[in-house]
């Protein structure tokens, strides 16, 4: 019995033994490189979901922002800094989007890492702080939020291909190519659809207020004027005084605007206040602005946020 007993016991040692140099030899082989995947490490999920529609099965592409965060605020954790270093692209927005997170971009570059700012390439614009007409109605930063013009996600979306194509090894650069013309198909589709969907608004409802700057492009693209924000700011993270809900307030009802457009990763609670201000005979329309949500929960993916959002405007602004 005690010899059964023994050779049971070397048994399990050996498996042990065996089990641990079979996963250290696995670790040091991924450790050497050998058969570690290629990798993209995308800042924001919006720019994560159009990056990986062009890599495909290419490369690995590990996204930092988490579904209905907020870009301006969101932070990274040890491993998500690590991840920056490590990659062998980084695709950001640029233009002071992701305020907590362009520090981590600077210092992977520093360490050799290529990145690319998509915002940065895409003919960005400037937005306008304060409301339309008033005397704080001036010339701001370079405006950040491309994405809400199909035609720069266009051009950056080749871009994008572009920067895989030079800087990501071990790629197929044809299949990229082909992932690019594909997709750039569906943007062009896109904006045809959206076209058509704004054409049903009367040039005297074709008026923005949002919670704050977020849709210039938009409004450039598509021929609307942005009448003014809650927050007059590009970021999320300012807040206004009753000096700026006034002048809005004072916009809005020159311009017979009776609809707010509020982020869906945002409270609109200000939206709630400015509706206050208004008397209460103001709708306040929720938006998938500036983040995907998770897959079936209405915007998880870039083309499925234009197109709700498409439609929730023209519904807003016609009445509908």
Known sequence: MSVRVGAARVRALLVTLISFFVLA?????????????????VTTNILGDITREIVGDEADVSVLMKPNADPHSFGLSAVQAAELENADLVV?????????VLRHVEAARESGVATFAAGEAADPLTFRTGQEGGPEEEAGEPDPHFWTDPD?????????ADQVAEHV???????????AARYDGQLADLTAWMEKSFA????????LVTNHHVFGYLADRFGFRVIGAVVPSG????????????????AME????????ADSSQPTRLAEVLRQEMGGDVDVVSLYSESLTEKGKGAGTYLQMMRAN???MADGLTGD
């Not at 020159?254 to 457009?261: D, E, I, N």
Request: proline residues 4%; positive net charge.
């Open 92 to 100: 950001y927005n640029g233009l002071g989007l992701e305020e907590n």
């Open 169 to 179: 090894d071990g790629v197929d650069e044809k299949a990229v190519r082909a992932n």
């Open 200 to 207: 049903a608004v009367p040039e005297d409802r074709r008026a």
């Open 235 to 250: 970021t999320t993270l300012a807040s206004p005084s009753s000096s700026d809900l006034r002048s809005l307030t004072q």
């Open 25 to 41: 030899g696995a670790a040091t082989g991924c450790a050497g490189g050998g058969d570690e995947r290629p990798r993209v490490v």
């Open 254 to 261: 020159k311009a017979g605007v009776r609809t707010v457009f």
């Open 310 to 312: 498409t439609s929730a």
């Open 152 to 160: 720069r996600v266009r051009k950056a979306a080749g871009l994008i």
